[in-house]
Structure formats: C-alpha cells, structure tokens
C-alpha cells in the first residue's frame, strides 16, 4: 500500500511537471513564436517575395535571388538585407513573409510584402551620395510612407567585394545608418534651441544680436565661420546659423530646458519602424551659463540624434505639431495573389510642439531656403529647410545636413541628407536633397 501510494505521488508529480511544461511552452509559443519562425523561417520555410510600391521586385523568397537591376540591389540593400544584416526586412519580416500564424503556422502559405519604397527614388539617392558615406531619407509626413531610405556605403548581395573587411571605404557597411546609428546634429539642432526660445522667452521679438564672429563666455570661445551682421533678430539669426546668438540663447534657456525639448522632439526616444528600432540620442545638460551649454545650443558638444528621429521631427513641423512614425509596409498578400492576408500597418504618431510654435519655425525654415541655401536649386517647391556643419574633431572634415520638408498638400514630403565629413551643410546635402525632391515631385 505504501508503494502504490509512494507511485501515485510520483506520478502526480510527473503529471504536473509536464502540464506546467506544457503551460510554459503555450505561453513561450504565443509570445515568441514570431520570433521562432523568424529566426529559422529562411532555412525551413517557403518565405514570400518583396516589392516596392511600384511592384518592382526586391527579393524572391522562393529562389532567394534579388531584384534584376545591380542598382536596385545596391541602393536597396540595407533595407531587404543579406544574411549580415540583423535589422533588415528579410530579417524583421521573416515570420510575415513565411506567412506564419499562432492557429495555423506556416501551413497556410507563404505571403508577399509590398513596401512604401521607390526604388528607383533609392537608385537616384545613392547615385547622388557618390560613393560617400551618409544617408538619403524622403517620407509623406502624413501618411508616413517611407519612399526612399538609403544607407552608404552598400554593396551588390549577388557580388560581394572580397575586400569588404579591409578596405576603409566599407566601414560600417553592415549597419543601416538611418536607423541604427547616431550623429552629431550641428546646426540644424538650432531648430531645437528656437522652439525652445519661441515657447520660453516672451520678449523674444525684442532679440537682437550683433555677430563679431566669436563670442567669448569665460575664457572659451565659441566661433561662427564669419561676422553675420549687426542687429539680427531671430529669424536672421537662424538663417544665417549664427553659433553666437544661439549660443547666447542656449546660456538664457538653460540645459535643463533645452533638454526638455530635444525630448519633446522624440530626438532622445528609440521609434519603431517596422519592428525595426531606432537608436537613441542623446544630450547632456551641461551647467548654466557655461561655454559648453552653449555648445551644446547650437547642436555640438555631447548632442546625438538618429536620422530616422530627426526625418520625423520634420515631418512634426511641417506637420503643424504631429509627428508621424515612418512605416515601410504598404500591403501584404498572399503570395502570388492580390488577396489581403493581414490588415494594412496602421499610422502610428506622437506629438511634438504646439501648432503656433511650428508655425512659425516653418516660416522661419522656408526663409532659410529664401534668403540663404537657394530656392532656385528647387523649382517651384516650397521647400522648407535647415543645415548643419557638424564637427566631428580629430581633424576631420565635419559631416554635412540638410533637412526639411516641402510645404505643400500636393507634395508633403520630409527630407534628410547626412554626408558624413561631406563638408557644407547645404552646399553638399542640399544639392543632393534637391535631385531628389525633384525626382520625387516629378509627374
């Protein structure tokens, strides 16, 4: 009798241990079985195909060859991947284009994603890099349509350079830059300073200030590249990037203010873009009233940004106080067909300043492009823009921006161009920002 009984515990025991595994594996399998099939999806499941919005194809699941065109390939790499790449679409879409589902799993079929990309809006941004390295970033900052995304340098996926790991001119090639990477901002971080000085600093139509080309705060100095003028109020000295009035701004503000609005920017958070996470800036609130503060005004010091943050930072402006999350999915079917096999990605937004705040920044902005980087370079676009000259130290030469949108209904287009060491702000990227917005605008 003891033994039966002693046999029961032991078998109830076992009988609980295996319903508890059971449970868990349940719970692993609703939580993590994206993932599974993700991770292993590749090598073990039939994986659906990847378009652009105009239907050209990317990359073939079935055949796992990519798209015909060596330009396409190149311009489109970072963003459908190879087996180096952790935060590509192959990668972070696996378990949708295997067409994986917690009831039936894979059994149903594999499914096919159409992106919001251009491909050849992607061809033109990296022929417009020139080889250098950098990033091109266009979006409807109503929609949230990624239309262009580039990250160079890149290479052909059918092609590989066998120099890859050695030569100087691939460094970083296997990271996607507008995601996963963080610069810093220059001048165009002087965006952050304004709203900041509109929204704070009442008498801020009364500021006038009168540039020498250096302004001393305690024994630093803090440059402009020349003497801007005499008597500039704010809108000229945001269009002439003059670093001592923002500078001077920045020491009034204070670094817990500024602070607070490069995180009301959505500059500090990570964005999730298709499962995709951006990488977070940052900024260091230095003392008040110091030389480093004023640095820091201006988009130097320790300032940090992602482009993909700052591309929707844009868009928020232009978009009167709303900022739409980019989205690279337009539709997905199953595969072969034009039936629906999920619901479209929906639009995903945060807010950033008050409506009158990035009225007048955005009149401010189109200013800059009037008085300063050109408006001929644009056609007819009412290009709204800023530059920034960041300096990257170590004798090199400082990394180039330009972003901005397009503020018009027909047209709601954000942009951003870095070219990293490229030089001038808007003299490189601007120019390559407009053959860009003018293939994009194109009828």
Not at 126 to 137: D, F, H, S
Not at 228 to 246: F, P, R
Not at 416 to 433: D, H, K, P, T
Request: with cysteine; hydrophobic share 40%; aromatic share 10%.
């Amino acid at each position: 009798m003891k033994r039966l009984r002693r046999r029961t515990i032991i078998a109830l025991v076992l009988a609980g241990a295996l319903a508890a595994g059971v449970l868990f594996f349940c719970f692993q399998l609703i939580g993590k079985g994206n993932d599974w099939v993700g991770f292993f999806g590749t090598r073990y499941y039939d994986s659906g195909a990847i378009y652009d919005r105009n239907g050209v194809l990317l990359y073939d699941g079935q055949t796992k060859s990519y798209a015909e065109n060596q330009a396409t390939r190149v311009s489109t790499l970072h963003l459908v991947g190879d087996q180096n790449f952790g935060t590509s679409l192959r990668s972070v879409l696996a378990s949708r284009l295997t067409g994986y589902n917690l009831v039936t799993g894979t059994s149903l079929g594999s499914h096919d994603v159409t992106l919001t990309i251009d491909a050849a809006l992607n061809e033109t941004a990296y022929a417009a890099l020139n080889g250098r390295k950098g990033v091109v970033a266009v979006y409807d900052y109503t929609t949230g349509d990624l239309l262009c995304e580039v990250s160079s340098p890149s290479y052909d996926p059918n092609n590989p350079p066998s120099d890859i790991n050695e030569n100087p001119a691939y460094e970083g090639v296997y990271l996607n830059r507008f995601f996963s990477s963080t610069y810093p901002p220059g001048s165009v971080f002087k965006l952050v300073t304004t709203a900041a000085a509109i929204e704070q600093k009442k008498d801020l139509d009364q500021f006038r200030y009168t540039c020498t080309g250096s302004l001393e705060v305690d024994g630093d100095v803090i440059t402009c590249p020349y003497a801007h003028g005499e008597n500039m109020d704010i809108k000229q000295c945001l269009a002439t990037s003059c670093n001592g009035a923002y500078a001077t701004l920045a020491m009034e503000l204070g670094g817990k203010t500024l602070g607070e609005y490069m995180e009301q920017a959505g500059l500090l958070d990570s964005l999730a873009v298709c499962d995709i996470h951006t990488a977070k800036g940052s900024f260091v609130a230095q003392e008040d009233g110091s030389a480093f503060l004023g640095w820091s005004g201006v988009g130097q010091d320790k300032d940090l940004v992602n482009p993909c943050n700052m591309l929707a930072f844009m868009g928020g402006i232009a978009n009167d106080g709303v900022a739409v999350v980019p989205k690279l999915v337009e539709r997905e079917t199953i595969t072969g067909t034009s039936i629906p096999a999920a619901f479209p990605d929906g639009k995903d937004t945060y807010s950033i300043y008050g409506e009158e705040t990035c009225r007048q920044l955005k009149e401010m902005m189109r200013n800059n492009v009037a008085s300063q980087y050109g408006q001929a370079q644009f056609g007819d676009l009412a290009v709204c823009a800023k530059s920034g000259t960041a300096e990257v130290g170590g004798g090199q030469e400082p990394h180039a921006w330009f972003a901005g949108f397009i503020d018009d209904p027909e047209h709601p287009l954000a942009f951003l161009v870095l070219v990293e060491n490229g030089g001038g702000g808007a003299r490189v990227a601007g120019s390559i920002a407009a053959q860009v917005l003018a293939q994009a605008t194109a009828e």
